[in-house]
């Protein structure tokens, strides 16, 4: 774990795209923004993630806890393609703009339930309640704008990463993926 961690922000478990990836993301996000008037800023590049597992307010303590909790999940490398934007909900002015997939989307579903299941089994904390929505966010619109399709984007997922976000994102910790 990264020893220049510090209090506060958010702690989640993430897939963050290949540089390529990132690139295109970014590219077609920028396109995207103009095309739609949005006024909000893009996602930094190096930003750019799907959630996998919210644990809550960052401390030192949470992710130490998460990082030993979750030393056991091993998947094992998979493909991944996004192919088109949405806005989810969100408060008035704030909505984001995202990318959303097809089934490939599934098996970062599993992997945010594996995580979840495997931080409730040893106590740092709860399972995830509630289905969710691999997405990538682009940025927060002022106003919601209808599904639009994009060439597909697609990375091999082979790791996970802890991510602290205060001022940015930190990678805390991260485990590749057993080939």
């Not at 739609?36 to 750019?48: N, Q, S, V, Y």
């Not at 408060?91 to 990318?99: A, K, Y």
């Not at 682009?138 to 976000?165: C, K, M, Q």
């Amino acid at each position: 774990m990264d020893p220049g961690f510090g209090e506060g922000g958010r702690l989640f478990f993430a897939a963050v795209p290949d540089v390529d990836a990132a690139a295109e993301i970014y590219r077609i996000a920028g396109i995207l923004k103009q095309a739609h008037r949005f006024a909000g800023k893009l996602i930094p590049r190096e930003c750019l993630h799907v959630s996998l597992l919210f644990l809550g307010r960052g401390s030192e303590q949470l992710a130490r806890g998460a990082c030993e909790a979750v030393a056991d999940v091993k998947p094992i490398p998979f493909e991944v393609s996004f192919d088109r934007t949405a806005s989810f909900r969100g408060r008035p002015g704030n909505r984001p703009f995202v990318l959303v997939g097809d089934d490939t989307l599934d098996r970062l579903k599993s992997l945010g339930h594996a995580l979840g299941a495997a931080i409730a089994e040893s106590g740092v904390g709860r399972r995830a309640q509630r289905d969710f929505t691999p997405h990538v966010t682009l940025l927060y619109g002022d106003r919601a704008v209808d599904e639009y399709p994009v060439a597909p984007i697609r990375w091999t997922v082979n790791e996970f990463v802890l991510i602290h976000s205060l001022n940015g994102h930190k990678h805390v910790a991260r485990w590749r993926f057993d080939v």
